[in-house]
């Protein structure tokens, strides 16, 4: 049996109840090395097989590996494992080959980064939202210009994933001239990093003053709309109940 399991954004007491469950009942956890340790109080005396970043296809294949030898296995994935996650790569990789596709698996939800790093602000998300990911090592700039700007002119409350890297310094600067077209320049806008952990930061600021600031990978970017407002420390998206 293979689960794969979004472990949460961090904290142990932001995983859900089926998550743990799961993760007593393995025998392995199959991950990438830093979200291992953000579990390891959970899953002491289970076969562990950890490995860095890049190295996504060779863990889900490991995973594979493991359940098709008669383990109960579990792949894990930050978040939830069907947001920039896993999941899709393993039903990719399962389909490939009639024994992998023999092997029962069930995907376990998790609460994403974004979702965490909108109860922090407040209520940011609370009409239409998109979440797009900056990284281009996958996914040609193009395309993701071409998701921005339609993100920015439809007045969407939008995410932003992985906005700046060593390598990738622009990208973000890119975004929010995107949105500078579409939006005023003092819009409600956050960066929440390394949510749901000890670590974990949130600067509230606007759109026009987000590249103003230290943003990597573990920082999430979130832009409000037309209806969004600051009240106190809280950002908020108006739905239109309050008259």
Sequence with gaps: MLFIVGIGPGRLDDMTLRARAVLERCDTVVGYTTYIRLIEPLIAGKQVIASGMTREQERCLQALDEARSGKIVALISSGDSGVYGMAGLVLELSGRSSSAAEIPIEIVPGVPAFIAAAAALGAPLMNDCAIVSLSDLLTPWATIEKRLTAAAAGDFVTCLYNPKSAART??????????????????????????????????????????????????????????????????????????
């Design 170 to 243: 622009e990208q973000i600067e890119r975004a929010i001239k995107i949105f500078l077209r579409h939006r005023g320049a003092d819009t409600p806008a956050a960066i929440v990093r390394s949510v749901s952990r000890p670590e974990e930061k949130i600067i509230r600021t606007t759109l026009a003053r987000v590249p103003d600031f230290d943003i990597d990978m573990l920082c999430l970017v979130i832009i409000g709309n037309s209806a969004t407002v600051t009240q106190g420390t809280w950002m908020i998206t108006r739905r239109g109940y309050a008259v």
